[in-house]
């Protein structure tokens, strides 16, 4: 059992597809382009296990930077798209590179470049490229583009194919999409935050939690670890839901106010219409209706895991008080960074264990038992001891 949803499970439904067949084969990269190769670790098949190889990336043209990758975060959607378990909505075009949590420096710009010098701290989240004249673009919600480009296995409009992910040595990506670290963030800490702690991010900041709100977090992994930092630091009180009692200390470290485990139903009675709002983390199947039932008027629950089947909503739970159920996936640019703005002022990052790409399958299977605490992160460097 999962208890920590993922970014994509969400998008498997959501509007920002695109047929893959208009794009992905496109057999006439831009002539102009000239391209280098660049060690990576690929899966190629949906049983085969990641390993070492090489992949071609684009030197950059006026608006690109290129990154010289430090530190990818594993994310849940990772393991989806390598076993192709979203083959239905968004099938996985092999080799398939995965990672979208993706902390480097920059080593080179294009001519146009002003956002990023060479030498930034810099970050890739879900997204490389968008059409940027719709109006979901214009608002800045970029994760919400019709014609979005996610980070791995999306269409690649300058090289054909799809595009390649985090687990690699560098990556070019056009500078709207590229992101500010602050200095003072741990790179490896920070990695997680470009999709665990965007999606839950936006998700606070759009129902306004803060002061004088009473916050749960449902599921205490990557994306509640992170929603619990959130919601504490930007001041409103925290509960964190979680079927392990032996998780109660470590969601006090993180900052919950209380913590209630969900199968105890006198712990749960206890919050019955008080909370304004939750944030389900949970991609298991679980009892929404338990949940909805904490909710004070006009209180507001919203997805960010996606239990492969759909959730059981009573109607009452929602006539009750003129609840909302809502969901959000990832954010846009803008509020990408500040997020990691807010991260630098209140010191945050996620709790990561770092390992060596060497390790990846293996993190894998331990990702599949919620082995980690509460991200895992793979140090780059180690890709050099790579043949090449
Ligand atoms: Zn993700
Ligand atoms: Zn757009």
Not at 121 to 150: I, S, Y
Request: aromatic fraction near 6%; hydrophobic fraction near 40%.
């Amino acid at each position: 059992m999962h208890s920590a949803g993922t970014c994509l499970e969400a998008a498997a439904g959501g509007p920002t597809l695109r047929p893959l067949a208009t794009f992905a084969s496109d057999p006439f990269p831009q002539p102009s382009l000239t391209i280098f190769q660049t060690k990576a670790y690929a899966a190629a098949s949906a049983t085969a296990k990641l390993a070492s190889t090489r992949i071609p990336r684009r030197d950059p043209t006026a608006r690109d930077v290129q990154i010289e990758i430090l530190f990818c975060g594993i994310c849940h959607s990772d393991l989806h798209s390598v076993r192709n378990e979203w083959s239905s909505v968004m099938p996985t075009t092999y080799p398939i590179v995965p990672g979208h949590e993706i902390v480097g420096r920059v080593t080179k710009v294009g001519a146009a470049v002003s956002k990023h010098r060479v030498g930034d701290l810099v970050a890739v989240g879900c997204l490389v490229d968008a059409d940027r004249t719709c109006p979901q673009c214009k608002r800045d919600h970029e994760n919400f583009c019709a014609n979005g480009v996610f980070t791995f296995n999306a269409p690649d409009a300058h090289l054909g194919g799809v595009t390649y992910g985090g687990y690699s040595q560098s990556i070019v990506v056009d500078e709207h999409f590229v992101l500010r670290v602050p200095k003072n963030l741990d790179p490896a800490g920070a990695a997680p935050l470009l999709c665990a702690g965007i999606t839950t991010w936006s998700p606070l900041r759009h129902w306004g939690v803060g002061k004088g709100k009473k916050v749960g977090i449902i599921g205490l992994g990557g994306l509640g670890h992170m929603g619990v930092k959130f919601a504490h630091a930007l001041g409103a009180h925290t509960v964190v839901f979680t079927t392990s009692a032996n998780k109660r200390d470590d969601a006090r470290r993180l900052g919950a106010d209380e913590v209630v485990v969900s199968r105890n139903a006198d712990e749960m009675l206890r919050h019955v219409g008080s909370f304004d709002f939750l944030l389900d983390a949970v991609s298991a199947d679980h009892d929404i209706n338990a949940y909805l039932n904490l909710l004070t008027n006009d209180g507001t629950m919203v997805l960010v895991g996606a239990p492969e089947k759909p959730l059981n909503v009573s109607a009452f739970s929602l006539l009750m008080g003129r609840r909302t159920l809502a969901g959000s996936i990832i954010g846009g640019i803008a509020e990408t960074q500040e997020m990691l703005d807010f991260c630098g002022q209140h010191g945050i990052t996620a709790d990561v264990e770092v390992i060596p790409i060497q390790k990846v399958n293996e993190a894998y299977e331990r990702v599949l038992r919620s082995d980690v605490k509460y991200r895992f992160c793979i140090d780059m460097a180690s890709l050099q001891a790579e043949g090449s």
